[in-house]
């Protein structure tokens, strides 16, 4: 018998993990500023953990399905990030920062895919609604952005690295709460082609509207710092981001049914090429917070969309894998965008946003290619 239901112990996996990355995605950059870094060095900083999953993420995935112990992986996994992220903060030299930060990332990374392939599983067998539970990460996301812009400043500089300890910390815990079960059995593999093709063009249009993102992601808090926002004002504007997202997760099985993963990747898309040529043109703050709103849309439909096209399309017993892959994709994408965005934003300043524009136009046109073929017949259903 469980200690928590299984939607309690998966909302609890995301609360651990996602305050992290709550805290890391707006102020690790002005973290690696403090140390003195500048804009090329912020963006190869970034660039390090993201070149490095690049080579594990798939592996993350695979170890899960081949193991059929999801449990004991994401354990295994939060352990070894909150050990190898206190490495970053003890790092007596930049060289010996970046290979823990790149070996941080290496178990991190792939903790999301295998908790959301877990999380579709336990909705296949009805015991949960997967955008309910999952809003809950999104949550503790707003969480990680407010506590770093009311206390990181009242703290010593390396507590936004504990902070992502604690997280981690948290994720292991709440892992063990889960039950052990596999993923799902492995059973026959022969799949028509024109699904490999929705999945490929699927996973390509997911990839670059999140990877879309990269330029925000590595100098939005550095940008908004130097236009004069408190860190209060910055975590409020990341937290008004993620609000909008869980707003959407708290509906995403109706809306995921109703439009399919197709259309919420091109709408993720759209509402791209609107959110970033509108910040390439430096919008005074009420206007800047409005476009934060769209990121429920930018992130939160694409989101939902990767994880119900590999719900819908991936082979038997290759869920966690499949997301990995997805996941796998996004980070070359991202990590591509982040290592041009250090050039692009010491050429163009803010003007580096046109390019993230662009990456999303071209992200719904893929969508709207996979949504133009054959659809084949499937039980899956919501988000």
């Not at 403090?34 to 594990?56: C, E, K, N």
């Not at 999801?70 to 190898?84: G, I, K, S």
């Not at 809306?255 to 430096?282: Q, S, W």
């Not at 399309?313 to 997301?323: D, L």
Request: hydrophobic share 55%; proline share 5%; charged share 10%.
């Amino acid at each position: 018998m469980p200690v928590l239901a299984p939607r309690h112990a998966i909302a609890a996996v995301y609360v651990g993990l996602f305050f992290g990355i709550g805290v890391y995605m707006p102020f690790f950059p002005v973290w690696l500023q403090a140390r003195g870094f500048d804009a090329s060095w912020i963006a190869f900083a970034l660039a390090v953990p993201m070149a490095a999953r690049l080579f594990t993420m798939p592996l993350g995935g695979l170890i899960a399905d081949r193991s059929g112990r999801p449990r004991a992986t994401l354990m295994l996994y939060a352990l070894a990030t909150a050990l190898c992220f206190a490495g970053v903060a003890l790092a007596p030299s930049t060289a010996t920062m970046l290979i823990a930060l790149a070996l941080a990332t290496c178990f991190w990374q792939p903790s999301l895919p295998v908790i959301d392939a877990y999380a579709v599983s336990r909705r296949k067998l009805g015991q949960l609604d997967y955008g309910r539970v999952r809003l809950w990460g999104s949550l503790s996301f707003i969480g990680g952005n407010m506590a770093g812009g009311l206390l990181l400043g009242l703290l010593p500089g390396d507590a936004v690295i504990w902070f992502i300890v604690a997280g981690a910390l948290v994720t292991a815990g709440a892992s063990a709460l889960l039950e052990e079960a596999p993923l799902a059995p492995r059973g026959a593999r022969a799949e028509k082609a024109s699904v490999t093709a929705i999945l490929a063009i699927g996973i390509a249009a997911a990839a670059l509207v999140q990877g879309s993102h990269g330029v925000l992601y590595a100098f939005a808090s550095v940008h908004w710092r130097a236009l004069g926002y408190s860190d209060a004002v910055i975590g409020l504007l990341w937290a008004v981001g993620v609000l909008a997202e869980v707003l959407l997760f708290r509906v995403g099985t109706r809306t995921t049914a109703r439009l399919g993963p197709e259309r919420l990747l091109m709408l993720g898309g759209l509402a791209g090429v609107l959110r970033f040529g509108a910040m390439a043109l430096e919008p005074p703050l009420p206007l800047l917070a409005g476009l934060q709103m769209l990121h429920g849309l930018t992130f939160g439909c694409t989101y939902l969309g990767t994880v119900e096209l590999v719900a819908r399309h991936a082979p038997a017993g290759r869920q966690a894998g499949t997301q990995a892959l997805a996941s796998w994709a996004t980070a070359i994408v991202m990590t591509g965008t982040i290592l041009l965005s250090g050039p692009l934003w010491t050429l163009f300043g803010a003007g580096a946003f046109y390019t993230s524009a662009l990456m999303a136009l071209a992200g719904a046109g893929l969508a709207f290619a996979a949504w133009m073929r054959p659809q084949p017949q499937s039980a899956a259903s919501g988000g």
